[in-house]
């Protein structure tokens, strides 16, 4: 079997389990407690804490440990917005991640928020002119993620921060899909979100960065643990184990991508030459720095996405038709349908997203089982 759906998970890395470990066995205690056994739990979770401030470029004081990136998104969101007196008005992308979507329309549908909803290219792009033109003098808080998980686009994040700032407002930018992929470092954003469990990290455990001079209301209400910000006593070792797998992440990052970028291209150049009414979706990987590095999507019209992904399990190639979060849905993807995609042609998508570790050899069989698999009427 080839697993190409890392953007939907990843295996657990061999380094991130066995340094988690030790919390899960002789290091047990809860970090809250005074005695040796609670300290000795609190000092790993502080090391882990400061592994991650490194890799991030901000203070240890910024991090609050989360159950993953969902609740991470919720507590930037809803943490900031609600605390910050200065307006009610949001600004989103309608292709953000559900994560961003529904905590968005929670605001406006319980707390009277307003939402705008900035212009996206039809590859996904966001420019500085259209944020521009979806802020108000009273906007509390733009969220735009790095990178799209269904079309692998990247934001230019920097440059939007700088423009939502220059009206005051905060911003929080969705980097589960970029964390090991892309430089977090020095976007200018108020707020960032990430997911373990994308990074090689187990399930349960993400990361909100949000700045410590910031008031935030907690979701979660009890210890004050995370300095106040999100009670509960904290998961230690899946702490360590999302440390582990950050500094991994990063010390490849390069490298990965340099290797990976050149094998995705030719994929994408044998399917989008396959068979007529072949759509690349998402940013065009030959710009540099559009794309993520590992990423391939595309729609083909007359044929059914659902059925060419079962054709392909049959040939040992495992792949998605988009976010995971959606999986089973009838509906069609709504960040397709953002960009002009119709309908119909948004329920053929298929997504590719590699793992580090792909060969060229792999990757061209898997090539080969998708050519055959579309070459059917």
């Known amino acids: 079997m ?8 990843t295996p657990v890395r061999r380094e991130a389990l066995e340094a988690a470990w030790p919390y899960l066995t002789g290091t047990f205690g809860n970090p809250s407690s005074h005695h040796a056994v609670g300290e ?5 979770l502080e090391d882990a804490r ?9 203070r240890r004081s910024d991090l609050v440990f989360t ?9 930037a969101i809803k943490g900031l917005a609600l605390a910050t007196p200065r307006g009610k008005h949001l600004v989103t992308a309608a292709t953000e991640h559900e994560a961003v979507l529904e905590t968005v329309d929670f605001l406006r549908r319980v707390h009277g928020f307003e939402v705008s909803h900035v212009g996206v290219a039809a590859d996904g792009t966001i420019t500085a002119e259209a944020l521009r033109a979806a802020l108000r003098k009273d906007t509390t808080l733009v969220s735009l993620a790095l990178a ?7 934001t230019d994040v920097r440059a939007l921060a700088e423009v939502a700032h220059e009206v005051g407002a905060l911003v929080h930018t969705d980097a589960v899909q ?13 707020a960032l979100t990430l997911s373990g469990h994308k990074l090689g990290a187990p399930k349960g455990i993400g990361l ?9 209301e907690p979701l979660v209400h009890g210890g004050g643990q995370e300095n106040g910000r999100r009670s509960g006593t904290e998961n230690v070792a899946f702490a360590v184990a999302l440390a582990t797998a950050l500094e991994l992440a990063e010390t490849e990052r390069e490298q990965k991508a340099a290797r990976l970028a050149p094998l995705r291209d030719h994929f994408l150049e044998r399917v989008l030459t396959a068979r007529e009414g072949v759509l690349r979706t998402g940013a065009d990987p030959r710009h540099a720095g559009a794309r993520l590095p590992g990423h391939a999507s595309f729609c083909v019209s007359g044929r059914s996405g659902e059925s060419i992904l079962l054709d392909l399990a049959e040939r040992g190639v495992i792949a998605s038709s988009g976010s995971a979060c ?3 849905s009838d509906e069609p993807s709504h960040v397709l349908t953002a960009l002009g995609i119709p309908r119909e042609v948004a329920q053929t998508a298929v997504r590719i997203t590699l793992p580090a570790d792909v060969t060229a050899a792999q990757l061209a069989a898997a090539t080969s089982a998708l050519e055959e698999v579309l070459a059917r009427p």
């Open 326 to 328: 959606a999986a089973g």
């Open 148 to 154: 799209n998980n269904e079309i692998g686009t990247i």
């Open 67 to 75: 159950a993953g990136g969902t609740e991470a998104a919720n507590l």
């Open 40 to 44: 000795a739990a609190a000092a790993g």
């Open 2 to 9: 080839l697993y190409l759906d890392t953007a939907a998970t």
């Open 208 to 216: 909100a960065m949000i700045r410590g001079r910031l008031p935030v």
């Open 50 to 58: 400061r592994r991650v401030a490194a890799v991030l470029g901000v």
């Open 178 to 190: 970029a964390a090991g992929w892309l430089d977090l470092r020095g976007l200018g954003v108020d």
